[in-house]
């Protein structure tokens, strides 16, 4: 007993009712927030918004994450960011000032504004707080839990003093419902919602709602305070009919048949293939009632459209038409992505004799070497050459195996290669007409579009790599994929061989070295015409050596005893025994012929040599600024030089790794320091050859004076003399310019061994060429196509003046130069880039198909054209755009007849519709020519459809709940659709006095 009696031993269990609950704490949480966001105050005293407003400021928000036990919640905050307002008196509001919320539901700047939250539409409210269920969370749907949020909202402004709405969101997300309530001093407004499917029958009217609005406020005075009442009816068109869009899509049966020339290859094609735009919206509103103006009920309705004062349009546009631009460029990307070589595309049996061609080198260096033919250029013989060689190369191959058919790849080729094309009238007109476009271009368009392929890294829009891609992209689109594409390239380096073979330049390539600015398969077409140039060349000065040496063994008698050497004739190389001309001239890979027609009228110069023998110059174009070799009373004679090899960015690349892998050291500079000499030491003999006796000083004077230092100096009798000396870098011991005087020969440059080997150069571009696979072909290509395409969009939005696309094509560009000149093009930016392309070509097709159905008639005026262009052009930049004059304006006549005919047609079974539709047309266009007024059709069809969606908006001031009680602002916001009936009211009540 006594352990029991114990205090120690007993145990109490004691309850801590201070303990701070789940729902306390998501209080506590939502009031932190709310204080963080500096929300807590009295927030009336500010300006009402100007009309538009919600429409054209900036929204903002700002979201948190907060929790009710293990429940997700976001809470977020919605503000019209307004320009910051003077402070002045803010301090001086009076306690009772309504919250900015009540202040709003009776402003009539805002309503109905078409981009804004759903709220600020139902309530027009500028700032509220929204908390919803967090992502991934069920929605609130039991009516406990909904009371418990909104209690818990109600606690929270309460204790915080914030006076901005704040609202839950309840039952599923689909359905847009909310709760909420908005506090201030004395005063509460709740925010309820109603949602349903079918529109009750006795709420399907003005009547109706006015009675529930009535019903609900409560107000027992008598009169009644006025309801002011906005109303807004949608309605939808969605059949175009004869209206359609004008855009037809290319015949593409006269790429098939017939001859197609540069007009149909060298474009790209452009428009949607379906319409652009499915639905115009046309709201009619009725800004500014009040009840018993408008009559509204189950029987009667004075809501006339065209009555309306206020009309206002938006279009809803087709989500990713078909446009023909953009499916060309997104076909033609995907072939970057194929793994497939020519061969494997078309099979050993078409590509053998291409591959047969390109594996043995030597037998096409044996074929380059025989007599060239001397038959002269003119498109007449190049045609003949061209077509006896195609048939010659495919005599061995059946029809069937072709995926080109001969006329389009003859087209094709005639196309890329017009200077082989047989003189014809039409051709002639045409070429005619292409150059007089071109020459009525003006010269900022030039340099526009000369900038444009610069910046790019493409090829000029007049080259043959530009037109190549036209073609590939055509080709691949429409007639065959990716063996036609592959059968295109095959015939293309075929064509390019046969030219090489035979020394005709490649047509559409602009003389010169290769241009390091174009992509580098131009780079690589050039570089054979520089072949093929230097070739003919040779080909020239020999011909020329071989009439020389006619004329001078017919104008004088050589004793047959007699060796020809090298110094009795202009021939100046010594000639071998047992080696005739024509072997030396078939070493064309061992030396340089190179003989200009100066060299040939020069008098002939010997002078004495140490040995007494006579020395010719050789190789003299001019005297230099006559300047006198410095151990010579001579002349300086400019040098005939080689011409330094061109080269292409692969090869400088290819070129610069060799002379990096050299290292730092002595040997490697040395080494590096000699391979970059070849030019150097080909000039200096040149000038040994042009110059006999000169030294290493009348060099440097000729070709780096600044390397050669003059200055006066006064002899012992005190005259003035010039005194020259090579400067301090050229007397550096081992230097590499003294090595290589001491090296050089006195060789003209017509002996020397060529820098530049044409044959092997040109073999190398040839056998690059056929080892490209389609893919690599498509990337090379790449830069032209999207060159071409901005070409496209830019001609077709001078056409619709289309301000936004403009800009938006300038971004572009500036985005497309720096994707197209990295080395490695990154694909998927360059794909996002395709995607931009397309969405400003569908902005385009939009503004013409809406140009289109808004055009003027006969006998509009020119003001309406104007105001109507301008209407379009508002259509696609804004949200909505007012019409004006409503109905009785130009754009609201020609929206009354495009419902109208939607209307009589609808009317009509899709047999009399076929039937009628002539009549139809007539009778739309003596409608747009006369009063603008419909003059057909029964009187009985009414012009408009039945509204697609109706919004009716009520306000007053009353007082309540009790008659002593403050006005305060009540609304109530209803929505009546097809297949959703919407109340959103706001209903406040003082709280003072209950």
Same mark, same amino acid.
């Given at each position: 007993m006594a352990a029991d009696s114990d205090p120690e031993s007993e145990v109490f269990e004691i309850t801590d009712f201070t303990t701070a609950s789940e729902w306390e704490r998501f209080v506590s949480r939502v009031e932190e927030v709310l204080n963080d966001w500096k929300l807590i105050g009295n927030s009336g005293g500010k300006s009402s918004p100007e009309k538009g407003e919600y429409t054209s400021g900036t929204w903002e928000e700002k979201s948190q994450e907060i929790n009710f036990a293990d429940f997700k919640f976001s809470i977020t905050h919605y503000f019209l960011k307004q320009e910051c307002e003077k402070d002045d008196g803010k301090d001086e509001l009076e306690e009772d000032t309504f919250p900015l919320a009540m202040q709003d539901l009776l402003c009539m700047n805002n309503d109905f504004p078409p981009r804004a939250h759903c709220l600020v539409r139902w309530y027009g409210i500028r700032e509220f707080v929204v908390i919803s269920p967090g992502t991934n969370c069920e929605a609130i749907i039991s009516e406990s839990k909904c009371n418990l949020l909104l209690s818990s909202i109600s606690i929270s402004l309460a204790n915080s003093g914030c006076q901005v709405p704040m609202f839950v969101q309840i039952q599923q997300k689909w359905r847009r419902m909310y709760a909420g309530e908005c506090q201030g001093p004395g005063v509460r407004t709740e925010f309820e919602m109603?949602?349903?499917?079918?529109?009750?029958?006795?709420?399907?009217?003005?009547?109706?709602? $006015?009675?529930?609005?009535?019903?609900?406020?409560?107000?027992?005075?008598?009169?009644?305070?006025?309801?002011?009442?906005?109303?807004?009816?949608?309605?939808?068109?969605?059949?175009?009919?004869?209206?359609?869009?004008?855009?037809?899509?290319?015949?593409?049966?006269?790429? $098939?048949?017939?001859?197609?020339?540069?007009?149909?290859?060298?474009?790209?094609?452009?428009?949607?293939?379906?319409?652009?735009?499915?639905?115009?919206?046309?709201?009619?509103?009725?800004?500014?009632?009040? =009840?018993?103006?408008?009559?509204?009920?189950?029987?009667?309705?004075? $809501?006339?459209?065209?009555?309306?004062?206020?009309?206002?349009?938006?279009?809803?546009?087709?989500? /990713?038409?078909?446009?023909?631009?953009?499916?060309?460029?997104?076909?033609?990307?995907?072939?970057?992505?194929?793994?497939?070589?020519? =061969?494997?595309?078309?099979?050993?049996?078409?590509?053998?004799?291409?591959?047969?061609?390109?594996?043995?080198?030597?037998?096409?260096?044996?074929?380059?070497?025989?007599?060239?033919?001397?038959?002269?250029?003119?498109?007449?013989?190049?045609?003949?050459?061209?077509?006896?060689?195609?048939?010659h190369i495919r005599r061995h191959r059946r029809i069937d195996e072709s995926p080109l058919s001969s006329d389009i790849l003859n087209s094709i080729l005639l196309y890329l290669f017009p200077d082989a094309a047989v003189e014809k009238s039409s051709e002639n007109s045409k070429s005619k007409t292409a150059q007089s476009n071109a020459c009525g271009k003006t010269e900022q368009d030039k340099n526009c579009d000369y900038n444009l392929f610069l910046q790019l890294k493409s090829a000029p829009s007049d080259s043959l790599t530009y037109r190549l891609a036209l073609c590939v992209c055509l080709v691949n689109f429409y007639h065959g994929g990716l063996r036609a594409v592959a059968h295109l390239w095959q015939e293309f380096v075929l064509e390019l061989r046969y030219r090489w073979e035979n020394n005709f330049l490649i047509y559409g390539l602009a003389g010169g070295p290769p241009d390091l600015r174009c992509c580098l398969l131009h780079q690589k077409l050039q570089m054979l015409n520089c072949c093929i140039e230097r070739k003919r060349a040779r080909d020239e000065s020999r011909k020329v050596l071989e009439g020389s040496k006619e004329r001078e063994r017919s104008s004088r008698p050589v004793p047959e005893s007699t060796t020809a050497t090298a110094n009795s004739s202009n021939l100046t190389r010594e000639v071998s025994p047992g080696k005739s001309w024509d072997s030396w001239s078939d070493s064309e890979d061992e030396f340089f012929e190179c003989l200009s027609d100066q060299e040939e009228m020069e008098a002939p110069h010997s002078e004495g040599g140490k040995d007494g023998s006579k020395i010719k110059a050789e190789g003299r174009m001019h005297p230099y600024n006559n300047m006198v070799l410095l151990?010579?009373? =001579?002349?300086?004679?400019?040098?005939?030089?080689?011409?330094?090899?061109?080269?292409?960015?692969?090869?400088?690349?290819?070129?610069?790794?060799?002379?990096?892998?050299?290292?730092?050291?002595?040997?490697?500079?040395?080494?590096?320091?000699?391979?970059?000499?070849?030019?150097?030491?080909?000039?200096?003999?040149?000038?040994?050859? &042009?110059?006999?006796?000169?030294?290493?000083?009348?060099?440097?004077?000729?070709?780096?004076?600044?390397?050669?230092?003059?200055?006066?100096?006064?002899?012992?009798?005190?005259?003035?003399?010039?005194?020259?000396?090579?400067?301090?870098?050229?007397?550096?011991?081992?230097?590499?310019?003294?090595?290589?005087?001491?090296?050089?020969?006195?060789?003209?440059?017509?002996?020397?061994?060529?820098?530049?080997?044409?044959?092997?150069?040109?073999?190398?571009?040839?056998?690059?060429?056929?080892?490209?696979?389609?893919?690599?072909?498509?990337?090379?290509?790449?830069?032209?196509?999207?060159?071409?395409?901005?070409?496209?969009?830019?001609?077709?939005?001078?056409?619709?003046?289309?301000?936004?696309?403009?800009?938006?094509?300038?971004?572009?560009?500036?985005? &497309?130069?720096?994707?197209?000149?990295?080395? /490695?093009?990154?694909?998927?930016?360059?794909?996002?880039?395709?995607?931009?392309?397309? &969405?400003?070509?569908?902005?385009?097709?939009?503004?013409?198909?809406?140009?289109?159905?808004?055009?003027?008639?006969?006998?509009?005026?020119?003001?309406?054209?104007?105001?109507?262009?301008?209407?379009?052009?508002?259509?696609?930049?804004?949200?909505?755009?007012?019409v004006i004059g409503a109905g009785q304006g130009p754009a609201g006549s020609i929206i009354h007849r495009l419902f109208a005919s939607a209307q009589r047609l609808a009317d009509f079974t899709s047999d009399e519709a076929a039937l009628l539709a002539p009549l139809e047309e007539d009778l739309g266009h003596a409608a747009r020519t006369e009063d603008k007024k419909l003059t057909v059709g029964s009187s009985n069809m009414p012009d408009f459809p039945p509204p697609a969606g109706r919004e009716i908006l009520l306000r007053t001031c009353v007082p309540r709940p009790a008659p002593y009680s403050k006005a305060l602002p009540q609304r109530l916001f209803c929505v009546l659709m097809r297949e959703e009936f919407r109340l959103a009211g706001a209903f406040s009540s003082d709280t003072s006095f209950f």
């Open positions: 109603v949602h349903l499917r079918k529109v009750p029958s006795q709420y399907n009217h003005l009547s109706g709602l $006015l009675d529930i609005f009535k019903s609900k406020t409560g107000c027992t005075l008598s009169p009644l305070p006025p309801v002011n009442i906005a109303i807004r009816f949608t309605y939808i068109l969605q059949d175009w009919q004869q209206y359609s869009w004008p855009q037809q899509p290319p015949d593409f049966d006269t790429l $098939l048949g017939g001859e197609v020339g540069g007009v149909e290859f060298g474009k790209l094609p452009f428009g949607a293939c379906e319409e652009p735009i499915s639905e115009l919206h046309l709201a009619t509103t009725w800004p500014h009632l009040t =009840e018993g103006i408008v009559v509204d009920n189950d029987v009667y309705s004075d $809501l006339d459209p065209l009555q309306a004062p206020h009309w206002s349009v938006r279009v809803r546009t087709v989500e /990713n038409p078909q446009c023909l631009l953009g499916d060309f460029l997104t076909e033609f990307f995907k072939l970057c992505c194929r793994k497939e070589s020519i =061969e494997e595309v078309l099979g050993r049996g078409l590509a053998e004799e291409e591959g047969k061609e390109n594996s043995d080198i030597s037998s096409a260096l044996s074929k380059l070497t025989e007599p060239a033919a001397t038959v002269p250029i003119s498109k007449l013989s190049v045609s003949n050459m061209v077509h006896s060689a195609r048939k151990h010579s009373t =001579e002349l300086l004679y400019v040098p005939v030089t080689q011409e330094p090899a061109p080269m292409t960015e692969d090869l400088l690349e290819e070129q610069s790794e060799v002379l990096a892998k050299l290292g730092t050291s002595a040997e490697g500079a040395h080494l590096r320091a000699r391979m970059q000499s070849a030019c150097l030491l080909s000039d200096m003999e040149s000038f040994k050859a &042009a110059n006999p006796g000169c030294v290493l000083e009348d060099f440097v004077r000729w070709y780096s004076p600044r390397d050669y230092v003059e200055e006066e100096v006064v002899d012992e009798k005190g005259n003035k003399m010039v005194k020259g000396e090579l400067s301090a870098r050229m007397k550096i011991p081992s230097n590499m310019w003294v090595e290589a005087w001491e090296t050089a020969r006195a060789t003209p440059a017509r002996r020397q061994r060529r820098l530049f080997d044409d044959t092997k150069e040109a073999e190398k571009v040839l056998h690059y060429l056929a080892m490209q696979k389609p893919a690599d072909l498509t990337r090379h290509l790449l830069p032209c196509i999207l060159h071409a395409a901005i070409l496209k969009l830019k001609e077709e939005e001078s056409v619709e003046d289309i301000p936004s696309v403009k800009k938006t094509i300038q971004q572009a560009t500036s985005q &497309a130069s720096k994707l197209l000149h990295h080395p /490695n093009h990154d694909y998927k930016k360059l794909e996002d880039f395709i995607n931009q392309l397309m &969405a400003m070509e569908t902005v385009i097709t939009r503004v013409r198909s809406l140009k289109a159905k808004f055009a003027t008639g006969e006998g509009e005026k020119g003001e309406d054209t104007e105001e109507l262009e301008k209407f379009v052009s508002s259509l696609l930049e804004e949200p909505e755009v007012v």
